[in-house]
């Protein structure tokens, strides 16, 4: 499911979930830069990442930053991607020595 924080802020029923919203991050604007600055600030696993072209959670990232960024990481699988909204689930650690220059 994808939601608000303000709307369905990700919670299990026992509130387990550890949940960060990185909507309000400014990154970089270089497709390069954009994915060393996400993969360092989201590095350790494992977890689920939830995009949105609408800027929630993590904010503003294109279909090209989001397929370079995440999708195009070993160990991640893409839960969901309808083009507006996408969830990744990392098994491992984003490395930023991987992304395009």
Do not use: K
């Not at 709307?7 to 387990?16: K, Q, R």
């Not at 800027?55 to 503003?60: K, M, N, Q």
């Not at 930053?65 to 507006?84: H, I, K, M, Y």
């Amino acid at each position: 499911m994808i939601g608000t924080p303000e709307t369905y802020p990700f919670f299990g029923v026992d509130l387990s979930n550890e949940v960060v919203d990185h909507s309000e991050v400014d990154p970089p604007v270089a497709t390069g830069e954009v994915c060393r600055f996400w993969r360092s600030a989201l590095q350790s696993g494992p977890r689920l990442i939830a995009v949105s072209s609408h800027g929630f959670l993590v904010r503003h990232l294109t279909e090209t930053e989001r397929q370079v960024t995440f999708a195009a990481a070993p160990g991640v699988a893409t839960e969901l991607d309808d083009g507006d909204r996408a969830v990744y689930r990392v098994e491992g650690d984003l490395d930023p020595a991987d992304c395009p220059q």
